[in-house]
């Protein structure tokens, strides 16, 4: 029995006996030797293979250039579409922000205030005593006997910076604060190192320091009841309370609502409000007198009274 030996991809392989070289006679189909004809189709299967298995074209039932695709007016009225809602829905997602912003400022400062206080309580008792002078000049005291329980980074003093002119305050109502009663000369003004800036001064009718408060700095709305507020060193059976400035806004009805009025400083009584009830629904609605008095009442002192004792 003969064999006929042929090389393929550097391999030996071995022929069918009957298609062996030597002195047989080879046989011939379509003008070729099968042992041609063989090796042919061998390779012929092998590029087969390799296309099935490694050409990129045989990944996918049709052509790249065959597959379906969007339209340049499909594509636009998409955009259209998604403009529409971002447009719908970004104002209320930035205005949620903001108000969240406001919110975590004023929380913030309060606790530092309100631990600064029970610190200067300690060594000095409650605020309504550390000024016997009983006039402006207790300002200065105030700030002596409170910053060493701050981180005071800048002390401005009585006198009112350039920057602070160059800064509309306005009420809760959109109307402007006048420039000498946001931050006056009458308030001794200082910078914490959160950028928070602080006025305190004398509060004549309550006998006790009333701070004017800008929670985030000069960084916008400068607006009362959004990022600027009033706060008064109370106190409530000699014990320290920080409470809002509200003896105007009792008598003018004028607490703490969005609605323009004949008075001035609208949103100075929202302080009370946040603090009582830890929210600034004020933003969205208009509250009532009575809705308003009757969240803050723990935190109202009355006139020509200096402190929350009834």
């Not at 392989?13 to 070729?32: D, F, T, V, W």
């Not at 594509?75 to 259209?80: P, Q």
């Not at 603090?275 to 009355?302: F, P, Q």
């Amino acid at each position: 029995m003969q064999r006929c030996e042929a090389v393929i991809n550097n391999k030996l392989a071995i022929c069918h006996p009957e298609l062996g070289s030597g002195s047989q006679e080879k046989q011939q189909y379509g003008g070729q030797s099968d042992v041609q004809e063989i090796l042919k189709q061998v390779q012929d299967d092998e590029n087969n293979f390799l296309k099935r298995t490694y050409s990129p074209i045989h990944l996918f039932p049709y052509s790249p250039r065959k597959r379906p695709a969007f339209t340049l007016a499909e594509v636009l009225i998409t955009l259209g579409i998604i403009g529409v809602v971002a447009a719908m829905t970004l104002p209320v997602l930035i205005s949620k922000y903001q108000e969240r912003s406001w919110l975590t400022s004023f929380k913030r400062t309060y606790s530092v205030l309100y631990q600064a206080y029970l610190g200067a309580y300690q060594e000095n008792g409650v605020a309504s005593t550390w000024c016997p002078a009983k006039n402006s000049d207790c300002a200065k005291t105030y700030f002596d006997i409170l910053s060493p329980h701050l981180k005071v980074v800048e002390i401005w003093g009585f006198d009112r910076p350039d920057i602070l002119y160059q800064v509309t305050y306005k009420d809760l109502d959109g109307s402007e604060i006048k420039s000498n009663n946001a931050f006056p000369t009458t308030h001794y003004k200082f910078v914490l190192n959160d950028g928070t800036i602080i006025g305190i001064g004398y509060d004549g009718d309550l006998n006790m320091p009333l701070l004017q408060v800008d929670t985030n700095g000069l960084k916008g709305p400068n607006q009362l009841g959004k990022d600027y507020f009033y706060f008064s060193l109370n106190s409530k059976n000699n014990y320290p309370v920080i409470s809002g400035f509200a003896k105007v806004w009792m008598s003018w009805s004028i607490y703490c609502t969005n609605t323009t009025q004949s008075g001035w400083w609208s949103g100075g009584g929202c302080s009370l409000w946040v603090i009582s009830t830890g929210n600034m629904d004020y933003l969205h609605r208009n509250l009532t007198l009575d809705e308003w008095s009757n969240a803050v009442k723990n935190l109202l002192v009355d006139l020509n009274k200096d402190s929350l004792d009834k």
